[in-house]
Each structure stands twice: as structure tokens, then as C-alpha cells.
């Protein structure tokens, strides 16, 4: 379906599903995001999505990219509806409007809209507001903004976003703050999601582990991985000096850069500046970052700001310690892997850190811890599941 050519559905998927009676049709939720894409938060909607109750709870998507995302295919497979709709842009301030107001008006029937695009929820939900969907749930994944040119546009937004939400959800305490407001946050009105994985999946498996270094050639070495896109928050700059300082005391590390962005370039230039390009290794997007976490020896991740980021999660449930910037909520804290240090210390800091504060020789399944301190996709599921259906009523 195309609206003006501006705002489409996929076309592979045209249909709705329907139980045997009216009474047994699936609550259809529409999830609000960028695009559904190999990142933190997309990888936690359909880590939930896998999970919950489809007979009784199904995913729709409005996705703010006209191109194809990767877990689209998957999303289709699981009986969910995909729509488009370009972002908003300086210069299409007001068609962006009219969008979303020609979509709300074509899917009265939906009951509930959650929205995981942070600040910029607030057009979103207001023109749901205007078409009196009842429940709008405005979900914070980060803990500041990037600093370019859409900076204005978020912050306005930001200051109306309480008035169109019905439901304040956050994926930590910080991330609260940040979008709802200290006042919110200490008040309770902030409902905390955890950013759950599938605990069975990244549990450590020494075989698989044994598998994939020898097939990278790293039987031996000592290894430092990352997991995340090359954006500003991850500070992959940073890392790359951390690296180099890592060498002159273990010649034989390797760094494993996971991901994929628009500063990989920049990265990789930087790596070759610094004569280092031949110990890092770039895979690009992965679908299986299960997997190369096993390979690693230590997780580092020192980040300018996160909401409370999944990978570290990812990185507890697979045993790896874990170095992680100070900037991140301490609520990522689940095990005892974790320590923080603060980016004021420089790379030589970091890197003494790494080699001397951690041990990276045992690692043994975890996962069950990861399951009691509810990070598992199939208890969050749950959560949500009971949360949309009382919602309503239903």
C-alpha cells in the first residue's frame, strides 16, 4: 500500500492473521523504529518478538528507512507487517507530519503504538494521540542525543514527549532520566524493560570457542573484541589507541572489531596510520556475534554514553570480563566480569587494566545467572506480553 509514494508497506506481506474467531485474533502492537537493522535495540525487539505469544500477541513494524532491513525477512516469517515511511529531515518537516497523521488515520485499529525512537517518539505519538489510540508507550534507549544537525529538532521534541506518551518505559535508570526526567524516574513512573538476550544462546561453549579461533588463526593469541556499530557513542577512536598500547607489552594480541557504520572507514584508516592494521581484524555485520564472543579473551567497550547497551549483556552471558567506560549505567553490572573505568584515564590506563586487573584464563556457563537477574528474552517476553494485554483490558 502506498501513500502518495511517501509512506508504503511491504508488499510480500499483505496479510493479517486470524485465530477462529474474532476472540482469538491476535493484539497487534506496532513497534516504532528506525530500521530494523543488526543493532542493540533491534536485536532486543526480536529477541522478545521470537519469544512472546503470537497466538496472542503479534508485531507490526513503522520503519523510518525505505530500504530493506536485515531481520525483515524474519519479521515477515513470524506473521508481522512492515511498513515505511522516510525519516524526518530538516527540509521535509511538514511531510513528515502528514505522513504519520495519512498512516494513524489509514490503522485506527490499532490499540497500542510503542516507540523506540527516543525523542523523536513525540510526533509519532502525538498523531496517534489524534487518533485516539489508547495506549502509546514512549521507550528510552539512550542516555544523551548525537550532536548534528537533527540536535534542535530532538531537543524540542524532548520537552513535549510526556504529554503524548501514555506509558514511560526505559531500558535503565539513566536512560529514564534522560528522556522522562529525574522526577519521573525517582517517582516510579518509569517502567524499567531490561535489555534481555536469549541467555541459552550466548552461554560459553569452549567447542564452538576452539572452532572459531582456529579458523581465524588466533588458536594462540590473546584476543580483544568489541561488538557494536561504528557510531560516535562507541568510541571506537579510543579503542584503537587502547590497542596500540596493548602491543607494546603483547605483541601477539589481535583485536575483532564487530559491526558495521559509517566511521568504520575512518577506523580502518586510523589503524593503518599507527601500523597496527595487520593485529585488527573487521568483520563487518555478523549474524552470528554469538559466536565470536566465544573467541574472545576480554570485552572492551568505552563508550561516551549508552541507554544500557545489550552487548554487554551479550558479553557477561557468554563469561567474558568485561571493560566498560564509567558512562554507562552500573545497572550493566549483572555479574561480576564487569569493571568500570573512566575515560579521563588515557589508553595506557586502559590497556594496564586489561592486562593486569582481569582473569581471562577460566570462563564456564554463566547463563543461568544471566536468567536470574531477569535479562532473558523469554522472561521479558512475558513481562510484555502481560503488560499489553492488561493494557487493555484484555
Request: charged content about 25%; hydrophobic content about 40%.
Amino acid at each position: 500500500m502506498s501513500l502518495n509514494g511517501a509512506l508504503s508497506r511491504d508488499s510480500r506481506n499483505n496479510q493479517v492473521i486470524y485465530g477462529e474467531s474474532e476472540k482469538t485474533e491476535p493484539l497487534r502492537v506496532l513497534q516504532v523504529v528506525t530500521i530494523m537493522t543488526r543493532g542493540g535495540l533491534e536485536s532486543f525487539i526480536m529477541n522478545v518478538y521470537r519469544k512472546i505469544d503470537r497466538s496472542k500477541i503479534q508485531f507490526d513494524f513503522l520503519c523510518h528507512r525505505m530500504r530493506k532491513g536485515d531481520f525483515d525477512d524474519e519479521i515477515v516469517s513470524l506473521g508481522g507487517q512492515i511498513y515505511r515511511t522516510p525519516p524526518l529531515s530538516i527540509r521535509n518537516l511538514l511531510g513528515y507530519y502528514r505522513n504519520l497523521d495519512r498512516f494513524f488515520s489509514d490503522h485506527k485499529d490499532y490499540k497500542i503504538v510503542h516507540s523506540h525512537i527516543n525523542a523523536m517518539s513525540t510526533p509519532v505519538l502525538r498523531s496517534a494521540l489524534h487518533y485516539q489510540i489508547p495506549v502509546r508507550i514512549a521507550h528510552s534507549h539512550t542516555s544523551s542525543a548525537i550532536t548534528d544537525l537533527k540536535l534542535p529538532v530532538r531537543v524540542f521534541n524532548k520537552l513535549f514527549i510526556k504529554k503524548y506518551a501514555t506509558n514511560y518505559f526505559a531500558c535503565s535508570k539513566k536512560a529514564a532520566v534522560w528522556l522522562f526526567g529525574r522526577k519521573a524516574q525517582s517517582e516510579g513512573q518509569v517502567r524499567i524493560i531490561h535489555n534481555a538476550i536469549d541467555a541459552n544462546l550466548y552461554a560459553y561453549n569452549s567447542v564452538v570457542r576452539q572452532r572459531l579461533r582456529s579458523d581465524l588463526n588466533l588458536q594462540s593469541k590473546f584476543v580483544v573484541g568489541h561488538v557494536g556499530n561504528f557510531i560516535y557513542p562507541k568510541n571506537h577512536s579510543f579503542l584503537v589507541d587502547i590497542f596500540e598500547k596493548i602491543l607494546v607489552n603483547t605483541p601477539d594480541a589481535y583485536m575483532i572489531f564487530v559491526g558495521e557504520g559509517n566511521l568504520q572507514k575512518s577506523v580502518r584508516e586510523k589503524c593503518i596510520r599507527m601500523n597496527i592494521s595487520d593485529r585488527v581484524l573487521f568483520t563487518g555485520k555478523v549474524s552470528n556475534v554469538n559466536e565470536y564472543l566465544q573467541s574472545f579473551d576480554i570485552f572492551v567497550f568505552p563508550s561516551h554514553y549508552e541507554g544500557l547497551p545489550l552487548t554487554v549483556v551479550e558479553a557477561q552471558a557468554a563469561a567474558l570480563p568485561c571493560l566498560i567506560s564509567d558512562a554507562i549505567s552500573n545497572e550493566v553490572k549483572i555479574t561480576g566480569l564487569v569493571r568500570m573505568l573512566s575515560l579521563s584515564q588515557n589508553a595506557e590506563v586502559w590497556a594496564d587494566s586489561i592486562l593486569n586487573d582481569f582473569d581471562c584464563s577460566e570462563r564456564k556457563d554463566i547463563s543461568e545467572e544471566i536468567i536470574a537477574h531477569k535479562y532473558d528474552s523469554a522472561i521479558v517476553a512475558k513481562e510484555l506480553e502481560d503488560f499489553y494485554l492488561g493494557s487493555l483490558a484484555i
